[in-house]
């Protein structure tokens, strides 16, 4: 039933959904030059794969980011009868005009968040879809409280049973629905659903990122008819039937914004080319108080790294403020700029994992509850350790990167999550880094 799904990087087999372990090695302290571009974003791409269910048709999808997750979520595809292929390393076609189900048990995802959106899909499509509860990076509770509550509203009845959600209705029916939080998650598995219910929804509350724009574009492109996305109230009017179409995927605005930290924290001199600057107001902004120059030029973001950054204190928000997604890359600079800084983690409570081993590199973190305090130190040097989630990846190595010496990153293969190309896109502007 299984078939094996090739990209431009890796083979691999999807009845062993895991993937092995990887381990990278770093020699620090070079200053990074050169220019880097961005691919699309991971948190984009995660949902409009799914969202092609409801098509029933032809989807091309440009701007792919060519990362596990991709794969994972494409192989999921394959197993329910869709037809797949892959154009070069950016561009897939997805026919799901000959699925039937929508199902994912706990080998085909056990280790994908955005499996939640096979959900709201099926239930928009075939008004039922069994996956197994999310699983993804271990970051906090992340509790799916509000995508039962919004696919409720809308008429369906939802269980869980023997770690696996089903969700079902005999027909969707448009509704209001507040989000007591805001859950970029939920607000896009609500949209999916609720494009192909009878009447009007309306998402109260809801999130707004980048992203919920970029799938509501990409629906309204298949024929839905969704208003207000980017802004916290949008109106989704259902339809009886969508169809394939062509979208391209925004650029990663996370991607960029750790690269932009990787070229601070090196002292570098960095482009970061296939960006919208307004996605990376926070962290530019951010950047800018610590004494990173920033130049804006269309497309592209020139960033200059100097000795002498100050520290300052960042709070996780949604969106437009600063990304929990960037927190723990921006920790690492924090750990090498001059004076005392904070971080504030208010989106996930578990997302401080990578302190652990940034101190064992030499920086002086105290955690206490969900705020990190960073005195900066005059260098980090180079260590054996391990990332425990994607964007502890991405912290780990651009401590590695900074660091006198060398250091080995165990479990690496969590990079690959959300950074595609990473190794060759870090060598080509002056890093000395391998897999071992
Ligand atoms: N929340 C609830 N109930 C829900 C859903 C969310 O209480 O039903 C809470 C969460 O616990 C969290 C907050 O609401 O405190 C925001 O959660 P959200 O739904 O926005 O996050 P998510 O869907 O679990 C996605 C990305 C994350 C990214 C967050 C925030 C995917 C697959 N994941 O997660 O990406 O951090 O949005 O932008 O799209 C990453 O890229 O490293 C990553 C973890």
Not at 2 to 9: A, D, E, G, I, Q
Not at 163 to 187: Q, R
Not at 324 to 349: C, K, R, W, Y
Not at 377 to 396: H, I, M, P, Q
Request: glycine residues 10%; contains cysteine.
């Amino acid at each position: 039933m299984y078939s094996v799904l090739k990209t431009t990087r890796r083979w691999w087999i999807a009845d062993k959904v895991s993937e092995y372990m990887k381990r990278i090695q770093i020699e620090g302290g070079r200053r990074l030059e050169g220019s880097v571009e961005i691919g699309g974003f991971k948190n984009s791409a995660v949902a409009l794969i799914p969202a092609t269910i409801l098509a029933g048709g032809l989807c091309v999808i440009d701007n792919l980011p060519d990362i596990s997750d991709v794969d994972k979520l494409s192989q999921i595809l394959l197993n329910n009868g869709a037809k797949i292929k892959r154009q070069g390393n950016k561009t897939i076609e997805i026919d799901t005009s000959g699925i039937e189900k929508c199902y994912a048990d706990y080998d085909m995802a056990k280790e994908l968040r955005a499996s939640y959106y096979l959900l709201g899909a099926g239930l928009g499509r075939f008004k039922k879809a069994k996956v197994i509860f999310p699983g993804g990076c271990s970051i906090g509770t992340r509790p799916i409280d509000q995508h039962i509550k919004g696919f409720e509203a809308l008429g369906a009845r939802v269980s869980i049973e023997h770690g696996i959600i089903s969700v079902e209705a005999e027909k969707l029916v448009g509704a209001e629905i507040y989000l007591d939080v805001v859950t970029v998650g939920a607000t896009i598995n609500i949209m999916l659903a609720a494009s192909m219910a009878e009447g009007v929804t309306t998402i109260e509350n809801a999130a707004k990122e980048p992203h919920i724009v970029d799938a509501a574009n990409f629906l309204n492109c298949m024929g839905a008819k969704i208003k207000g996305a980017g802004t916290d109230t949008i109106k989704i009017k259902g339809v009886d039937k969508l169809r394939g179409c062509e979208h391209s995927v925004i650029p990663d605005q996370i991607e960029a914004g750790t690269y932009m930290i990787l070229a601070a924290a090196t002292k570098g001199d960095v482009t970061i080319t296939n960006i919208i600057p307004k996605h990376l107001e926070a962290i530019t902004a951010k950047l800018k108080e610590m004494g990173v120059k920033i130049t804006e030029n269309g497309e592209m973001l020139r960033v200059e790294g100097n000795s002498a950054i100050k520290n300052i204190n960042i709070k996780t928000l949604v969106y437009p403020g600063f990304p929990t997604d960037l927190q723990q890359p921006m920790t690492s600079l924090l750990s090498i700029a001059n004076g005392t800084g904070t971080v504030t983690e208010t989106i996930f409570e578990g997302r401080f994992k990578h302190v652990g081993e940034l101190k064992r590199m030499g920086a002086n973190i105290k955690v206490e509850g969900r705020i990190a305090v960073i005195q900066g130190v005059d260098k980090l040097s180079g260590a054996k350790v391990e990332a425990t989630d994607l964007r502890a990846g991405a912290a780990l190595m651009i401590a590695g990167l900074i660091a006198e010496g060398t250091t080995e990153i165990e479990n690496a293969q969590y990079i690959e999550r959300g950074y595609s190309f990473y190794r060759e896109k870090l060598i080509k502007i002056g890093a000395k880094i391998t897999e071992i």
